[in-house]
């Protein structure tokens, strides 16, 4: 199968699939059309691309590629408060569980934050745990395996907090990582290590997975910038499996800097197999969060517009 993604534009929300030869802008291979004024904080599409879950911050729901929805999962108590919180889901990898990151603390509903499992056909709860968080948004990494899922909860200036999921009958068994200053990033190819930046934006680490033992870590030095005026962006990911793409950014200081370009930012290629820094990569990114990296050698930038664009790795230096 190939890779699908989906993003919300223009009222839309516009599912991509992407194979091997797949160069330059993308087309989307469908579409829903949803309203421009539906504020969607999370989107996924099901394995086998008929559908896609979409989450708000009052509801989870799933529809099929002509609009039709399937079900609706209400996340109640309603909330009344505004900002602060968004609701993301993923699809486990054979499509038949959807994972809800439930902000709750943030939303006003006096509890901690909820990690919930879905059944993915019907929308009923199968399984749902407490996570003690208190975050404004999580980012689900699925294992391929569908042994665990992780989920990286970034509670603003507290930190982050790292959970790995399992569904065990109708029972979910979380466990936390030993640490609430490190943000996980992206999940290599094969799911067997994952990589996290320093909440500091101080380095880089990588990790086995699931263990989270550390095999390599970089500080921002390592890659020739002073750590005093340049720092991680929580930006980047696994180019293929032996290469991960990091980014560092920061301010010019120059007063005759305009201020629309005050901020830098580059991307190093980094070489897994020796753990060394082997050179610039120019991922033509309009920004330092433009780019997502897929894993097989090819990544994502976008347009002007915010249309997805991908990328081929040509050897050094990018493509």
């Given at each position: 199968?190939?890779?699908?993604?989906?993003?919300?534009?223009?009222?839309?929300?516009?599912?991509?699939?992407?194979?091997?030869?797949?160069?330059?802008?993308?087309?989307?291979?469908?579409?829903?059309?949803?309203?421009?004024?539906?504020?969607?904080?999370?989107?996924?599409?099901?394995?086998?691309?008929?559908?896609?879950?979409?989450?708000?911050?009052?509801?989870?729901?799933?529809?099929?590629?002509?609009?039709?929805?399937?079900?609706?999962?209400?996340?109640?108590?309603?909330?009344t408060e505004k900002y602060g919180h968004r609701p993301t889901v993923a699809f486990s990898p054979d499509g038949t569980l959807v994972w809800v990151y439930?902000?709750?603390?943030?939303?006003?509903?006096?509890?901690?934050?909820?990690?919930?499992?879905?059944?993915?056909?019907?929308?009923?709860?199968?399984?749902?745990?407490?996570?003690?968080?208190?975050?404004?948004?999580?980012?689900?990494?699925?294992?391929?395996?569908?042994?665990?899922?992780?989920?990286?909860?970034?509670?603003?200036?507290?930190?982050?907090?790292?959970?790995?999921?399992?569904?065990?009958?109708?029972?979910?068994?979380?466990?936390?990582?030993?640490?609430?200053?490190?943000?996980?990033?992206?999940?290599?190819?094969?799911?067997?290590?994952?990589?996290?930046?320093?909440?500091?934006?101080?380095?880089?680490?990588?990790?086995?997975?699931?263990?989270?033992?550390?095999?390599?870590?970089?500080?921002?030095?390592?890659?020739?910038?002073?750590?005093?005026?340049?720092?991680?962006?929580?930006?980047?990911?696994?180019?293929?499996?032996?290469?991960?793409?990091?980014?560092?950014?920061?301010?010019?200081?120059?007063?005759?800097?305009?201020?629309?370009?005050?901020?830098?930012?580059?991307?190093?290629?980094?070489?897994?197999?020796?753990?060394?820094?082997?050179?610039?990569?120019?991922?033509?990114?309009?920004?330092?969060?433009?780019?997502?990296?897929?894993?097989?050698?090819?990544?994502?930038?976008?347009?002007?517009?915010?249309?997805?664009?991908?990328?081929?790795?040509?050897?050094?230096?990018?493509?």
């Amino acid at each position: 199968m190939d890779h699908l993604f989906a993003r919300s534009l223009d009222g839309r929300l516009c599912v991509y699939e992407v194979d091997a030869a797949a160069e330059g802008p993308l087309r989307a291979a469908w579409s829903v059309e949803v309203g421009a004024g539906l504020d969607v904080s999370s989107l996924a599409v099901a394995p086998l691309g008929g559908s896609l879950v979409y989450a708000t911050q009052h509801d989870i729901v799933r529809l099929r590629r002509d609009g039709a929805e399937l079900w609706r999962y209400a996340l109640l108590p309603r909330s009344t408060e505004k900002y602060g919180h968004r609701p993301t889901v993923a699809f486990s990898p054979d499509g038949t569980l959807v994972w809800v990151y439930r902000p709750d603390a943030m939303a006003g509903r006096g509890s901690p934050d909820t990690w919930v499992v879905l059944d993915a056909g019907s929308g009923k709860v199968r399984a749902q745990a407490p996570l003690g968080s208190c975050g404004h948004g999580g980012e689900h990494l699925p294992l391929p395996d569908g042994s665990r899922m992780l989920l990286d909860v970034g509670e603003g200036q507290d930190g982050a907090l790292v959970f790995a999921g399992s569904l065990k009958g109708s029972t979910l068994e979380v466990e936390q990582y030993p640490w609430d200053d490190r943000c996980v990033m992206a999940l290599a190819p094969g799911g067997g290590q994952f990589m996290s930046i320093d909440h500091g934006q101080a380095d880089v680490a990588f990790h086995e997975c699931p263990s989270g033992e550390v095999v390599l870590s970089l500080p921002v030095a390592a890659f020739g910038h002073d750590p005093e005026t340049a720092a991680f962006e929580w930006s980047g990911g696994y180019l293929d499996a032996d290469t991960a793409i990091v980014t560092i950014g920061g301010e010019r200081e120059e007063d005759d800097v305009p201020d629309d370009e005050r901020e830098w930012h580059v991307h190093y290629r980094i070489d897994l197999r020796t753990g060394g820094v082997v050179d610039r990569f120019e991922a033509h990114s309009r920004h330092s969060y433009d780019l997502e990296p897929l894993g097989d050698g090819s990544w994502l930038t976008s347009d002007p517009d915010g249309r997805p664009v991908r990328r081929v790795d040509r050897g050094a230096g990018g493509g």
